[in-house]
């Protein structure tokens, strides 16, 4: 799936968006750059939520990557996209189904490891507070293994907003993995905050931790960053964003560096962008390593 198919599903849901009462959501583009000889990273990420009048919600979450390192004849590649339904039920509280897939493989070669997960969602909104909690059961698939663990995929966020101008959430997900008679955990773990300083200046920031030792051993992520809107000089909502990091993982160190371009819907001013820490953890993607990898790269 390339970059000009994700834009297409999303605008395969211009005849929902009519009958909408609310619209949100983002697009953002970005270019990231790690020290050493790690390379760049260029990704394209959109998000959209659409809440009717009868209590349904749709949501649609989109990232396509391409990463480059220094030195290698090719480049890595990740793509994801997402499917969310819910109700509410006039409380506060809400429960729907989620469906999602993450693929991800070196481009030119016809193998990729997908990441299927489908599952349940239950959500409360109210006093200040947005939280959710979900579960699902992963399919993972990799071409030269034949038999593969079974992956349960559970967790819980949820973010303050109850304070003007500050938005400030957690979250945690684990995904079980079992196999024989055997079984092992991966654990994420964040927290972030977003503080509108005025109606053109936002800074944001968050810290995640990827408890991984199966595939990759502990990622911890840190960002610190700014958006500012450009509304008034593009003529229409548009924000851009720096942000500065660092990656740490089996005792190295990366200093990270991401620039995003961000078009917001349904909202004006500096919004958060789609690549940054802070994003990964007030907005996570449901799942365990899905979440913590996003958060770090």
Excluded: C, W
């Excluded at 790690?34 to 009048?53: E, I, T």
């Excluded at 995003?260 to 994003?279: E, F, I």
């Amino acid at each position: 799936m390339k970059k000009a198919t994700l834009l297409a599903l999303l605008m395969s849901t211009a005849p929902v968006l009519v009958q909408a009462e609310t619209v949100t959501g983002a697009l953002t583009l970005s270019y990231s750059q790690h020290s050493s000889d790690f390379g760049d990273m260029n990704s394209l990420d959109g998000r959209l939520a659409v809440a009717m009048d009868n209590g349904l919600s749709f949501g649609v979450d989109l990232g396509h990557s391409t990463m480059s390192q220094d030195g290698a004849p090719v480049d890595f590649e990740a793509e994801y996209y997402a499917f969310d339904a819910s109700y509410g039920f006039g409380n506060g509280m809400s429960a729907g189904i989620f469906l999602d897939r993450l693929s991800m493989g070196v481009d030119g070669i016809p193998i990729e490891i997908t990441l299927k997960t489908n599952g349940l969602t239950f959500g409360y909104e109210g006093n200040g507070f947005e939280g959710e909690a979900f579960y699902g059961q992963t399919d993972i698939g990799i071409p030269i293994m034949t038999t593969m663990p079974d992956i349960e995929n559970y967790g819980i966020n949820g973010r303050y907003t109850g304070m003007a101008g500050l938005v400030a959430g957690a979250a945690f997900h684990r995904a079980h993995l079992s196999q024989g008679g055997s079984s092992t955990d991966i654990d994420f773990a964040g927290i972030a905050a977003t503080y509108l300083v005025n109606d053109s200046l936002m800074v944001f920031g968050g810290y995640s931790q990827l408890d991984n030792e199966v595939l990759t051993g502990d990622l911890d992520s840190f960002g610190l960053g700014v958006s500012y809107d450009l509304g008034a000089q593009m003529g229409f909502a548009t924000s851009v964003s720096l942000e500065a990091g660092r990656v740490s993982q089996g005792g190295d160190d990366l200093d990270v560096i991401r620039l995003g371009l961000t078009v917001p819907l349904g909202k004006s001013g500096p919004v958060l962008p789609m690549n940054s820490v802070a994003d990964a953890v007030l907005n996570p993607r449901r799942g365990a390593f899905n979440a913590g990898m996003t958060s770090g790269f």
